[in-house]
């Protein structure tokens, strides 16, 4: 069934609006007041004045313009229009309201420092040992100043000559595998081929945030000898490991860190447990040997470290 357009006597556009009761329509674009005589659509109330009727008519043929694209179009020929098409057009009464967004305020929330803070950490010469031909031990801390933990660290030694020229240099990486933030752990560095003569050691580190952590048991107890030295070997030392961590431990390793009289550090060995498993609640022995040193230590200090079992 086709519709048939109603135009609007006033401005002339396809007016869909609805008829009151006594058959008056008002049209949804330039207010004209009109009723339906057959076909014929005719004025009941007076039409705006012809400069405002042209002005609104314009204005309103542009819109149906626009609005009709897909439907019908309008050809307009010297300010006056035509419809290429008879099909029936059906435009809303005008522009609907945009709903209003919910009044939700947003929540801001800052990253953890620890997250975005990058890695930071440095090392501090404490001795140095030229007793084993060309080789240079190098022993000092390394100090994980990050606000985040740090795995296994490499640690490099530049050495120089008077004039700051760079003649050699050697690299190492610290013994531990896990170094909490703050925390300040001994470290070795073995430059097997040194300068024989330089007149200053650098030193660069270049820390990484870790993308994994080995998991350290916690609960493992030391009891360890006071070391002897040996007329040959350099000093001797043993005692005992005790597991009281609540879980089975591999890998149990014991390092002795010795100290000279100026209370350096300036010796370091380690060795591992007797036992390649032990159980929670069990004891093993230690022993071993500081190796290729005439120094007289002052004092010594033992660590400890294993891995869950399972």
Known sequence: MNASVIRCPGC????????????VHTCVYCGVRYQL???TARTVAPAPAPAARSKVRGLVLGGVALLGVGIASLVFIGGSSKSSSTTSVRMSAGPRALATPANNPPVSVQA?????????????????????????????????????TLGQT?????????????????????????????????????VSDAPMAYDRIAFEVTPQRPSYLPTEVEGLEL???????????????????????????KFVKVRVLAFDQNDKFAGHAYTYASADELADGATARFDGT?????????RFEFRVSGRPAR
């Open 12 to 23: 002339g556009a396809a007016d869909n609006s609805t008829a009151t009761p006594s058959g």
């Open 290 to 298: 500081l190796l290729g040193s005439s120094t007289d230590f002052k």
């Open 112 to 148: 953890a420092v620890e997250e975005t803070a990058p890695a930071t950490a440095e090392f501090t010469l404490e001795s140095v040992d030229t007793s084993s031909n060309n080789a240079l031990w190098i022993y000092g801390y390394f100090h994980n100043t990050s606000p985040f």
């Open 223 to 249: 009891e360890a000898d006071a070391p002897r030295r040996h007329e040959f070997l350099g000093w001797k030392y043993a005692g005992k490991v005790h597991n009281k961590s609540g879980q089975a431990a």
């Open 154 to 190: 490499k640690i490099i030694a530049v050495f120089y000559d008077k004039d700051g020229k760079e003649i050699g240099q050697g690299s190492g990486f610290t013994e531990d595998d896990v170094i909490a933030a703050d925390a300040r752990v001994p470290s070795v560095v073995l």
């Open 37 to 39: 005589s057959g076909s």
